[in-house]
């Protein structure tokens, strides 16, 4: 997930680098004619980009209440479910640092569209090929997609706000990007729950449903404005580089290290927490499966519009209080069955998560140079990524010898001990 105060990330970009494409601002750029025809205004397409942006991202979380019938039709492990999960994650950084910046010459639009189509592509191999080589491949390419819809979107959003509404400040966009990033990582898993469980063919409408509404995202964003005038010379290609600041080596890897814990939850809730409700708490319920992931990434992207303009130091407290608040009580949801406690412990988590995360972002973008800024954000999203990924497989490998229970408190202790490990690094001015 790739951004500069919300999850997924943002762009990630060499600023080292001369520019490669030039933002539009008016109908000419050094007396050239701006890159291509739109239909739509700059304000119309703020939302046009908007609705495709969330769409992108409820689509990529679609499957997420979805598993546990997988698992039952197929007869799958919980580990197999943790390794679709990861195919995703793996795309997203394939994605992200081989052209996650290619929108920046290349133009936003030329981005996007294809983008979109890959993830309707995503949404077909679900239909047609159901079985677990089709399910990897479908999340694959679904990660491929977010990996460069999520970096394009959020630079579209914010050049399309500075030219609807010049001298405004980025307050909007900003608050756009969370509520498409996080909300719509929130909403995917409501809506498909809710189809699954009240829609026939829950294995399909669902798919069904967001094929449809990312092929209208990709027609729609074909007619919004152009805001990056393409290079004359296209600049040779190079994937995106890793850095660390030298100088503050010791509080960027705490950063990182937040990063990886805020990650690692909304990881969890996003792959084995519908198991854990369906299984250890006895709700097979799918659509609250998915009322569950709705309120830990609505949690998450809430607490970061709130805290948006405190201060660093202020949002990484409130995200390492708030973690450590809600994961005792969802550990203890899972030993003594209780879904209330469960929820509210994963809305609290969520909360911590999201504001953790972007303290973390803004602090690694404090200590880098600013010509080296993008690279150091490139390097703590690959950290963040491997926490999406290396904590919930290492759960579902742990739930074939130990039960989820057990698992789920590994999982918790291992949180807090490197939380507990990083503060002191972490908050050191």
Same mark, same amino acid.
Do not use: C
């Given at each position: 997930?790739?951004?500069?105060?919300?999850?997924?990330?943002?762009?990630?970009?060499?600023?080292?680098?001369?520019?490669?494409?030039?933002?539009?601002?008016?109908?000419?750029?050094?007396?050239? *004619?701006?890159?291509? @025809?739109?239909?739509?205004?700059?304000?119309?397409?703020?939302?046009?980009?908007?609705? =495709?942006?969330?769409?992108? /991202?409820?689509?990529?979380?679609?499957?997420?209440?979805?598993?546990?019938?997988?698992? &039952? @039709?197929?007869?799958?492990?919980?580990? /197999?479910?943790?390794?679709?999960?990861?195919?995703?994650?793996?795309?997203?950084?394939?994605?992200?640092?081989?052209?996650? &910046?290619?929108?920046?010459?290349?133009?936003?639009?030329?981005?996007?569209?294809?983008?979109?189509? %890959?993830?309707?592509?995503?949404?077909?191999?679900?239909?047609?090929?159901? =079985?677990?080589?089709?399910?990897?491949?479908?999340?694959?390419?679904?990660?491929?997609?977010?990996?460069?819809?999520?970096?394009?979107?959020?630079?579209?959003?914010?050049?399309? &706000?500075? $030219?609807? @509404? #010049?001298?405004?400040?980025?307050?909007? *966009?900003?608050?756009?990007?969370?509520? =498409?990033?996080?909300?719509?990582?929130?909403?995917? *898993?409501?809506?498909?729950?809710?189809?699954?469980?009240?829609?026939?063919?829950?294995?399909?409408?669902?798919?069904? $449903? !967001? /094929?449809?509404?990312?092929?209208?995202?990709?027609?729609?964003?074909?007619?919004? #404005?152009?805001?990056?005038?393409?290079?004359?010379?296209?600049?040779?290609?190079?994937?995106?580089?890793?850095?660390?600041?030298?100088?503050?080596?010791? @509080?960027?890897?705490?950063?990182?290290?937040?990063?990886?814990?805020?990650?690692?939850?909304?990881?969890?809730?996003?792959?084995?927490?519908?198991?854990? $409700?369906?299984?250890?708490?006895? &709700?097979?319920?799918?659509?609250?499966?998915?009322?569950?992931?709705?309120?830990?990434?609505?949690?998450?992207?809430?607490?970061?519009?709130?805290?948006?303009?405190?201060?660093?130091?202020?949002?990484?407290? =409130?995200?390492?209080?708030? /973690?450590?608040?809600?994961?005792?009580?969802?550990?203890?949801?899972?030993?003594?069955?209780?879904?209330?406690? !469960?929820?509210?412990?994963?809305?609290?988590?969520?909360?911590?998560?999201? %504001?953790?995360?972007?303290?973390?972002?803004?602090?690694?973008?404090?200590?880098?140079?600013?010509?080296?800024?993008?690279?150091?954000?490139?390097?703590?999203?690959?950290?963040?990524?491997?926490?999406?990924?290396?904590?919930?497989?290492?759960?579902?490998?742990?739930?074939?010898?130990?039960?989820?229970?057990?698992?789920?408190?590994?999982?918790?202790?291992?949180?807090?001990?490197?939380?507990?490990?990083?503060?002191?690094?972490?908050?050191?001015?």
């Amino acid at each position: 997930m790739s951004m500069s105060t919300q999850f997924p990330p943002s762009p990630v970009r060499n600023d080292t680098a001369p520019p490669t494409g030039t933002p539009v601002h008016s109908g000419t750029i050094a007396g050239r *004619p701006a890159a291509g @025809r739109s239909v739509l205004g700059h304000g119309a397409g703020f939302w046009v980009i908007a609705f =495709a942006f969330l769409t992108a /991202m409820a689509f990529s979380a679609v499957p997420t209440p979805l598993y546990v019938l997988y698992q &039952h @039709r197929d007869g799958f492990s919980s580990f /197999m479910t943790t390794v679709v999960f990861a195919a995703y994650a793996v795309g997203v950084i394939i994605s992200l640092f081989l052209a996650g &910046h290619a929108s920046d010459w290349l133009g936003r639009r030329r981005v996007l569209v294809p983008a979109l189509l %890959v993830e309707a592509v995503s949404a077909l191999v679900f239909l047609v090929w159901p =079985a677990l080589p089709g399910l990897l491949l479908a999340r694959l390419l679904s990660g491929l997609g977010i990996g460069l819809i999520t970096a394009t979107a959020t630079a579209h959003l914010s050049e399309l &706000h500075a $030219v609807d @509404r #010049p001298g405004a400040d980025r307050t909007r *966009p900003e608050l756009m990007s969370t509520a =498409a990033n996080l909300g719509g990582l929130g909403v995917g *898993p409501l809506v498909s729950g809710a189809l699954a469980q009240y829609v026939s063919g829950p294995l399909r409408t669902p798919y069904l $449903v !967001f /094929m449809a509404l990312l092929l209208v995202g990709a027609m729609a964003v074909a007619l919004v #404005p152009e805001t990056v005038q393409p290079a004359e010379e296209r600049p040779a290609y190079r994937p995106q580089r890793i850095a660390v600041p030298a100088a503050a080596r010791a @509080r960027y890897f705490a950063a990182a290290g937040a990063a990886f814990a805020s990650f690692s939850i909304l990881g969890l809730f996003t792959s084995l927490a519908p198991g854990l $409700v369906a299984g250890t708490l006895h &709700h097979p319920s799918r659509a609250l499966a998915g009322l569950v992931a709705f309120l830990v990434f609505g949690a998450a992207a809430t607490a970061q519009s709130v805290l948006a303009r405190t201060t660093v130091r202020r949002q990484l407290a =409130a995200g390492v209080s708030l /973690m450590t608040a809600g994961l005792v009580p969802l550990t203890v949801a899972v030993w003594q069955p209780d879904l209330a406690l !469960f929820l509210a412990g994963g809305a609290v988590a969520g909360a911590g998560a999201g %504001v953790l995360l972007k303290g973390a972002i803004s602090t690694v973008a404090a200590l880098a140079a600013p010509g080296a800024r993008g690279e150091a954000l490139a390097g703590l999203f690959l950290i963040g990524y491997a926490g999406l990924t290396v904590p919930v497989l290492g759960v579902g490998i742990a739930t074939q010898f130990i039960s989820a229970k057990v698992a789920l408190l590994g999982f918790a202790a291992a949180i807090l001990l490197m939380v507990a490990a990083i503060s002191s690094r972490l908050f050191r001015r």
